[in-house]
């Protein structure tokens, strides 16, 4: 199983970007998706989640607006980031639990700039 992400770039504070992360592979069932960020010398953390049956949890930092959904049928996850600040950047990971063992995936990560 592999996951690729892409999306990222370099955006104005107060514009927009979707990053996508697309799972391939021998894939029989997704549990859950999350999207993590991480910032130069700061820890890794959970930016946004979605479960199998679409219940979704935010940090608060992004609350109202981001937006994390996820297509099944393509093994699709999606961040929708709107309204992005300074302080929004970082690399951002996509990460899915796949499977009756319930193992995690990463993907690459995709360099997410918010400045003037």
């Known amino acids: 199983v592999q996951l690729q992400a892409s999306g990222g770039g370099l955006v104005q504070p107060g514009g927009s970007l979707r990053l996508s992360c697309a799972a391939s592979?021998?894939?029989?069932?997704?549990?859950?998706m999350g999207w993590y960020r991480q910032a130069p010398g700061k820890q890794r953390d959970l930016v946004a989640g979605?479960?199998?049956?679409?219940?979704?949890n935010y940090a608060d930092a992004v609350k109202g607006r981001f937006a994390i959904s996820r297509d099944n049928a393509k093994n699709t996850v999606y961040l929708q980031m709107n309204s992005l600040k300074p302080e929004d950047t970082a690399v951002y990971y996509c990460s899915m639990n796949i499977g009756s063992d319930r193992k995690n995936y990463w993907g690459q990560g995709t360099l997410v700039t918010v400045s003037s």
């Open positions: 592979g021998r894939i029989f069932s997704i549990n859950s």
């Open positions: 979605i479960g199998s049956g679409g219940s979704r």
